[in-house]
């Protein structure tokens, strides 16, 4: 069969090679626009992201000024005992009874908090993506190991388990720490995340891959990852939350090393001190609250920051690409937290 043009016709239905070739430098600005300037813009167009960028900012500051050492290190007899807030701007959050100012032990401390929190969330959530996604998208004889594995790390009580590891392991790295605290977090939230797998392997998109012969890992980071993605980023800030509350917990109860400054330890010396029924002591116990709720707020509204970047319908509604598609004001996130 000839491949000539037809000459009849005059036409040559043959596709032609493009002249136009993009250069590098095109290639960055492209991936400048999609990757990074379009979901930071779609992000940043709500309210609530901004305010959660601006509260974890904060924590990131604290743990900045930490590691250079720009503010005073915590130690006794800094200056007055019991300072309340704001007495004295020298010592704006007040000190203790050993006259060691506040503001030091909460800034001593974010560095710690943050790496572990990250730890954890890290752990917790890329273990089940990975057990939820090859467990649901696979099925069988994979899918029933996995499935059975879950079931025995879901059936063990993870308050108990996390102490007995703690007592074992004495955990003083924050990243150690991070994972054990989230040890058997991720069983849930893998069964969850197969449960999802499960019906969007049946969609036609997926259908179509397979049959076009696309292999299992690339039809699962190309089709499957980034429609339950919304979902993942939900639970990653659940799970970091889970870490923040589990450690100020152990730590409160003294099931932790005291290793050094931690919000929880602060939070236990207020409460030993008083502070639930002395006004002279409360600032000593309201100050780690309020940074325990300050960082899992800021990390609840990031989320939501996020589910309008994953989320297609949401972000092809902000990015104007499409008119036709109406979308819920009510965010998916709220709904999942």
């Known amino acids: ?18 002249d136009v070739e993009m250069s590098r430098r095109d290639r960055l600005n492209e991936f400048y626009e999609q990757k990074l ?33 720009l503010w005073r290190d915590a130690s006794t007899n800094q ?22 100012d506040l503001l030091a032990l909460i800034i001593d401390s974010t560095p710690f908090i943050l790496q572990m929190v990250l730890a954890g969330g890290v752990w917790a959530t890329t273990l089940a993506v990975i057990v939820g996604t ?62 999802q797998v499960l019906s969007i392997r ?13 292999g299992s890992v690339r039809i699962i980071i190309k089709d499957v990852l980034p429609n339950i993605m919304p979902y993942v980023m939900v639970n990653f ?16 109860i003294g099931v932790l090393p005291y290793t050094g400054q931690n919000w929880g330890v602060t939070l236990n010396n207020g409460y030993e ?6 006004m002279d002591a409360f600032h000593w116990l309201l100050v780690p609250i309020i940074a325990i709720v300050g960082l899992a707020f800021g990390l609840v509204l990031l989320s939501q920051g996020m589910d309008r970047i994953f989320n297609p319908r949401v972000r092809t509604r902000l ?7 109406e979308e819920e004001e009510t965010d998916t996130t709220t709904e999942m937290i």
């Not at 979901?39 to 500051?61: E, F, K, M, N």
């Not at 990015?319 to 598609?325: F, K, R």
């Open 37 to 69: 300037y379009v979901p930071a813009a779609v992000a940043w167009s709500d309210r609530r992201t901004r305010l959660g960028v601006l509260i974890l900012s904060v924590y990131l500051l604290m743990a900045v000024v930490d590691l250079l050492g």
């Open 319 to 325: 990015t104007g690409e499409s008119e036709s598609i």
């Open 273 to 278: 001190q008083g502070g639930l029924f002395s």
């Open 1 to 18: 069969m000839s491949t000539e043009p037809d000459a009849a016709d005059g036409i040559d239905w043959r596709s032609e090679t493009s």
């Open 202 to 214: 049946e969609e036609s998109y997926i259908e179509a891959s397979r049959t076009m012969g696309t």
């Open 134 to 195: 090859v467990s649901g998208y696979k099925g069988g004889t994979i899918d029933t190991v996995i499935t059975a594995i879950s079931d025995f790390f879901m059936a063990i009580p993870g308050l108990p388990l996390v102490i007995v590891l703690a007592i074992a392991l004495s955990p003083e790295n924050p990243l150690l720490l991070g994972v054990v605290l989230t040890i058997n977090y991720w069983a849930g939230l893998g069964r969850s995340i197969r449960s």
């Open 237 to 252: 800030v659940l799970a970091a939350r889970y870490t923040i509350f589990a450690s100020v917990g152990l730590y409160f």
């Open 79 to 100: 200056a007055e005992r019991f300072l309340r807030p704001f007495e004295n701007m020298s010592y704006p959050l007040g000190t203790t009874n050993s006259g060691t």
